[in-house]
């Protein structure tokens, strides 16, 4: 059965506007023009027990409305949600007990208090049991490194190590899915490796459900084996990587070194994207034309030094996506 | 249960940090007392009418007026308003307690840990040089105290209020400044309640905000035997249950109507 079942959801908000300017201003308070925007336009998914799904989109897409919905934060105008047998702003509190959530651009450390005094007060506020919780926080302690900087006030954390602190909050009181909304944002590369190795293990070793959304693409090609993609409200892809890509564009590149400058390559099959020097990249079709005979025909036709085929780059077939969406 | 008490008593720990806003605070209230004192001498030397209340209870009246000043509902809790206008406050709601009793618990902590700090030197320096008394009698002093818990719980119900009305973000704002204004005269820290006119009396001490403050300080100086302390208790415990229904009643619309800032 699906830990989560999500079912026509939609969520409006009222947008206040007014003219710009003096007058303009004057004339929003006797009257306001509301303009209602449709966050999530009918949403439908379901998601088993032990998934790691990316959920992306561009900016106001409606990713962190449907986080702040699933997570009982904010109250939908229609559609039903079930997650783990709850309705999650019915019965919130007990709902939220269960689930761990993370927004990349906030913090739920108390401000002023040492990360560990943050800690301790979890165990007060989710009732855990001292056992479980002193195993629970140890363990991620360990995990994400946090040693060395329990004692320091939140305040005076780095970005990384605020996330990392962040992270080991949300999962204090083990629970069973886990919301992740931009846990990477603003973090270094080493920051953001630290933070993906520990999202895939966290999913593998404990089969925390872990619903992420991001902008960034090496998140998703990292970590994810589901990818729902969104936009104005609606789902408009749901599946693996390599499905999403057979579904925005079929092309494959093939990058050429040659042995010497100076030399076009041209044929009826290929177009050439970009070249640097002796190093051309072109793009095809694979239906037209296999791989094999187009590499054949080229190495035959010029100076070949070196050859390869790839996909293209996973931020241009999204690219490709939002520009549809648009 | 144990939530909260954590949730207080990590909070108060923290208020305990701010040294400097408690000093700063002292010299504050300190000065405003001189000069309230100096306005009621002048006042008190210049009359022929007997007043309500003799020259040396509204003396040390107003001390303890001032060194309960942090207790009053004036300001918001700083950390709801920025949680609430940066949309932190989508953490409140993923806590696994009631949110009502959650701020409330906040409210606890900053109505006893600032007046904490704050009070206690302004006692010692306003008994030893200011002309402040003790409490009239060792019963006007338990009174006093008795009425003191229930000058928190009513204090921190209006808090709990203030804190919530800023969930309509900008209408909030409005009935943010109109409350504080409403509690500093209405609960005697501008002046008395006892020289207000008496036409206006019967009205001032039906108001929640006699018992914030007017109340306390005239069982402490006598101006209200110690045996009609059941009298303030019961004003003080009304009031605070009519203002938690009504501080639920808001939150349960506020939660719905949210909408979380910043995406």
């Keep these: 059965m699906p830990q989560i079942i999500v079912k026509n959801l939609v969520k409006t908000f009222r947008v206040a506007e007014r003219e710009s300017g003096v007058w303009g201003a004057v004339k929003g308070l006797a009257s306001r023009r509301h303009r209602i925007v449709r966050a999530l336009d009918s949403i439908s998914f379901t998601l088993e027990p032990g998934e790691l799904v990316g959920y ?5 897409a409606g990713k962190s409305t449907t986080v702040k919905v699933l997570s009982g934060i904010l109250v ?45 007060l979890l165990k007060d506020i989710y009732t855990v049991p001292v056992e479980q919780y ?20 939140v305040r005076q954390l780095s970005l990384g190590q605020r996330m990392r602190c ?15 909304d931009e846990p990477t944002i603003g973090l270094d590369a080493v920051s953001k490796i630290a933070v993906r190795d520990f999202i895939r293990r966290i999913n593998r070793e404990r089969a925390t459900t872990v619903i992420l959304t991001t902008h960034d693409m090496d ?35 093939l990058t050429v070194h040659l042995a010497n400058d100076g030399i076009d390559i041209e044929d009826p099959d290929a177009e050439v994207i970009d070249r640097e020097e002796n190093r051309i990249r072109l793009r095809f079709d694979p239906d037209k034309i296999p791989a094999a005979t187009l590499i054949s025909r080229i190495a035959s036709r010029y100076p070949v030094r070196d050859l390869f085929v790839e996909n293209p780059p996973i931020e241009e077939i999204i690219a490709e996506l939002y520009r549809t969406i648009k | 249960m144990k939530a909260y008490f954590a949730i207080i008593s990590a909070r108060f720990r923290m208020l305990l940090q701010y040294r400097a806003a408690a000093i700063a605070g002292f010299g504050t209230q300190l000065f405003w007392g001189f000069v309230k004192v100096m306005i009621y001498e002048a006042f008190y030397r210049s009359t022929t ?32 308003r920025r949680m609430i206008r940066e949309g932190n406050v989508a953490y409140e709601l993923l806590k696994p307690v009631d949110l009502y009793n959650l701020w409330y618990s906040r409210a606890v902590a900053n109505c006893t840990a600032t007046p904490l700090l704050r009070s206690i030197p302004l006692f010692i320096v306003a008994m030893l040089w200011l002309g402040m008394q003790p409490p009239d009698s060792i019963a006007s ?42 509690v500093f005269v209405f609960s005697g820290n501008i002046l008395p309640l006892p020289l207000f006119p008496d036409w206006a009396q019967t009205t001032l001490q039906l108001l929640p905000f006699a018992g914030l403050s007017d109340l306390p300080n005239r069982l402490y100086v006598g101006n209200i035997p110690p045996e009609h302390v059941i009298f303030v208790l019961a004003h003080q415990l009304i009031w605070t249950l009519i203002l938690v229904a009504f501080g639920r009643w808001l939150l349960k619309r506020g939660t719905r109507i949210m909408v979380v800032q910043g995406g």
């Design chain 1, 219 to 253: 998140d998703i090609e990292a970590l994810c084996n589901r990818i729902m993609v969104i936009g104005n409200g609606k789902i408009l892809s749901d599946g693996t990587l390599s499905e999403l890509r057979s579904r925005i564009s079929n092309e494959r590149h």
């Design chain 2, 141 to 182: 002093g338990f009174a006093w105290a008795a009425s003191m818990v229930g000058a928190i719980s009513l204090a921190c119900a209006i808090s709990t209020i203030l804190m919530i009305a800023i969930l309509w973000t900008i209408s909030g704002e409005g009935f943010m400044r109109i409350v504080p204004a409403m």
């Design chain 1, 166 to 180: 962040d992270l080991a909050t949300s999962l204090m009181h083990s629970p069973s899915i886990l919301f992740l």
């Design chain 1, 76 to 120: 939908p105008d229609s559609g039903e949600v079930r997650i783990l047998g709850y309705v999650p702003w019915k019965e919130r509190i007990q709902y939220v007990a269960n689930i761990g959530v993370v927004f990349g651009q906030r913090t739920q450390l108390w401000w002023d208090l040492p990360v560990i005094e943050s800690f301790d």
């Design chain 2, 49 to 80: 009418t007997p007043q309500p209340m003799e020259l040396s209870q509204v003396i040390t009246y107003t001390w303890l007026a001032q060194a309960f000043f942090t207790l009053m509902p004036f300001r918001i809790d700083a950390e709801i």
């Design chain 1, 56 to 60: 992306i989109g561009p900016n106001g």
């Design chain 1, 134 to 153: 002193v195993k629970s926080r140890d363990e991620l302690i360990d995990l994400l490194s946090l040693a060395d900087f329990l004692d320091t006030p």
